[in-house]
């Protein structure tokens, strides 16, 4: 048995998708499946899960069935060098979003964040990171707090 | 005689001055993210959506449908001009869009587009008046066995017709009703995987795990590589009135296409990409010149562009009378008429008959209007695309959480958004469809409530909904759709066992 197949996608992907499916059978075996002679609140919970149990489970073993080979992903989970640094930032820099935004208020959040995005991720001058995210931090403050009068937080600088 | 009534009040309703902005806002706003590549109709319209809480539900969902069928217009320009499709539905105007610009026909490609887009979106319109009304009446006579019947087939069809593993997108369509069993059971009033959590007590919203799935995640696809300059084709957008020869030429086309997409748009899974590639495949087999096909023939742009807009008016046919969404972005339409307290379904005309004939005005107005801002308009979308993607793709996100912070002004739904947008990412890379499991989230609930009265109905026998008639056909139709990828293989290793038998 090839131990790389573990390391295989699928093979990871349906792990998770099975137990995910075996956790939400248990809480709907909990709420009860039959109720007072008829259908409760667990039905849908189980046949769903089970569904998604079983075709998980499916996707792990067919790569071992004979006369079956496994399917290689075609390319690296990360495809070019610098991929995973470039979605790290982005997804970092929207939780840096959620973090700042009651604290620091929409605009400012707004701005920080834009520079943040505009100068990690693909790097441009310093003059064109600012300028935009001024400008965009700007349009969006006009459109979405003066025009369409959006309620959102001002922060501790009240801006 | 009632028909044309019915045309008179939908008319009158679209011309209304606020519903007449919205619709112009919407085709506007559809067409200009059907040209950029990496912002999808559906993304696009779930980012829109917080914008129309201040509207009217006929001005909220006059806009987000012109989203939806502006972006069926804009994606045509990039893939004639660049050979990018802005929308996937337009991947099969690029065969031979593309080379048609390259031989200096650009503007004839983006005429006969326009034109042909019109006309189906128009005889979309017209068999929604047409047929709309009697089947709603029908869809009245629906009782549980039918609605969860129809559940069933609905999501078996998303699995089946999607790209991809049907495997995979089953158990997107299992996660899908999973998702939405989190929160208040709607009959027991059982609390159900809340973790105690207040939050969790009223459900995962619809509108952050799209955001998420469809806006976060393909952005994040997209930056994993590093962007290159878009060159655009340098070519004579001018003369873009079709000459008498490619009408004669797409005339055939252009009404095969019609039809056929407005019947495949009505298919939960169908839609536009389905109708677009089975009228390229139809006109190829049927021209009396198939090698032309791929080397610039406005018959492989004429037809596919057509067929893909009245796959987008079709679409529309069930959402409005059966209430069953049958892509995702009339599964985000279902979020909008729910936000504004209204179900989609028989008994919207009924109930609103405003609403759905302002929705049918506003398709005939919406397609004139896009036929007149795709035209004399294109050298301004030439010029966004000019925009790199690396400043569009912090303005994508924005809109992302502004959009999701807006719907209850909290910070749980950016969350939400984001996590699902690391969901959807993680998903695409495993090649886990997202769609199966929006139909899912939307549709569960219908299921859940006619299954449960369906089996309360027969004492828990699940035998009734092969002994009412209508339910019958609709779950063996859907029994075939599970069974037939098997069948078809079985039918293979035959073939290929009396091959060799015959070659022995």
């Not at chain 1, 982005?90 to 939780?95: P, V």
């Not at chain 2, 017709?161 to 158990?171: F, I, P, R, V």
């Not at chain 2, 939405?180 to 459900?203: A, F, K, V």
């Not at chain 2, 699940?462 to 293989?489: G, Q």
Request: glycine share 12%; aromatic share 10%.
């Amino acid at each position: 048995m090839d131990r790389h197949a573990f390391l295989n996608r699928d093979f990871i992907s349906g792990l998770i998708w099975a137990v995910i499916g075996l956790v939400f059978c248990a809480g709907a075996i909990h709420y009860g499946v039959i109720l007072n002679g008829g259908p409760g609140p667990g039905l849908v919970p189980i046949i769903a899960g089970v569904i998604l149990t079983a075709l998980g489970l499916v996707i792990i073993i067919t790569p071992f069935l004979p006369g079956k080979s496994r399917v290689e992903a075609t390319e690296n989970f990360f495809p070019e060098e610098g991929s995973f640094k470039r979605v790290f930032y982005a997804t970092l820099g929207l939780f840096v979003y959620i973090l700042l935004f009651e604290f620091l208020g929409f605009f400012i959040t707004t701005l920080v964040v834009t520079i943040f995005m505009l100068r990690l991720i693909e790097p441009m001058k310093w003059s064109i990171v600012l300028g935009s995210a001024l400008l965009i931090a700007v349009s969006f403050h006009l459109v979405f707090r003066t025009v369409l009068k959006l309620p959102f937080p001002r922060g501790y600088f009240g801006i | 005689m009632e028909t044309l009534s019915h045309l008179f009040l939908s008319i009158q309703i679209a011309m209304e001055p606020m519903n007449l902005f919205a619709c112009f806002i919407g085709v506007f706003v559809g067409t200009l993210v059907g040209v950029l590549p990496g912002l999808g109709s559906t993304a696009a319209i779930s980012l829109l959506l917080p914008i129309t809480f201040g509207l009217s539900v006929n001005q909220s969902i006059i806009m987000l449908a012109g989203i939806y069928y502006g972006t069926m217009y804009g994606g045509t320009t990039t893939s004639i001009l660049l050979n990018i499709p802005g929308e996937d539905v337009a991947m099969i105007t690029c065969l031979d869009g593309y080379p048609m610009a390259k031989q200096g026909r650009a503007g004839a490609a983006l005429g006969i587009s326009a034109f042909g887009s019109c006309i189906a979106g128009t005889f979309a319109v017209i068999m929604l008046m047409v047929f709309g009304p009697p089947l709603a009446a029908v869809a009245l006579r629906f009782g549980p066995p039918e609605n969860a019947a129809l559940t069933i087939l609905g999501l078996t069809l998303v699995s089946y017709l999607g790209s991809g593993s049907m495997t995979k997108a089953l158990m997107m369509a299992a996660a899908g009703l999973l998702l939405g069993c989190i929160g208040l059971d709607l009959m027991e009033g059982t609390e159900r995987y809340t973790l105690n959590s207040l939050r969790l007590r009223e459900g995962i919203g619809l509108v952050p795990i799209v955001m998420g799935l469809f806006g976060v995640a393909e952005v994040l696809i997209t930056i994993e590589r590093v962007q290159g300059k878009i060159e655009i084709f340098k070519t004579n957008t001018k003369n873009l009135l079709p000459t008498k020869q490619d009408w004669k030429d797409s005339a055939g086309p252009i009404a095969r296409g019609t039809v056929a997409g407005f019947f495949l748009g009505i298919i939960p899974g169908g839609g536009g990409f389905l109708a677009s590639l089975v009228s390229y495949v139809v006109e190829k087999k049927i021209s009396k010149h198939p090698e032309k096909f791929g080397t610039g023939a406005i018959e492989g742009v004429a037809g596919p562009e057509t067929a893909n807009n009245a796959g987008a008016g079709g679409a529309f046919l069930p959402l409005l009378t059966l209430g069953i969404p049958c892509n995702v972005v009339m599964a985000v339409l279902v979020g909008a008429f729910m936000i504004h307290g209204i179900n989609p379904g028989p008994l919207l005309l009924v109930e609103h008959p405003d609403l759905f004939w302002g929705i049918v005005g506003s398709m005939y107005i919406g397609n004139v209007m896009l036929l007149i801002l795709n035209l004399p308009l294109i050298s301004i979308w030439v010029k966004i695309l000019k925009i790199p993607y690396k400043i569009l793709f912090p303005l994508i996100f924005l809109f992302c959480l502004v959009g999701s912070f807006s719907l209850n002004n909290s910070i749980w739904d950016m969350g939400v958004m984001i996590l699902f947008g690391i969901i959807g990412y993680w998903m695409k890379k495993t090649e886990y469809p997202s769609a199966p499991l929006v139909m899912a989230l939307v549709l569960g609930p219908m299921f859940e409530t006619s299954i449960r009265q369906t089996l309360v109905m027969s004492s828990g026998s699940p035998l009734i909904l092969f002994t009412r008639p209508l339910s019958c056909a609709f779950m063996v139709v859907a029994i075939l759709t599970l069974i037939s990828p098997l069948f078809l293989k079985w039918i293979g290793k035959q073939r290929i066992g009396m091959k060799m038998k015959y070659e022995d």
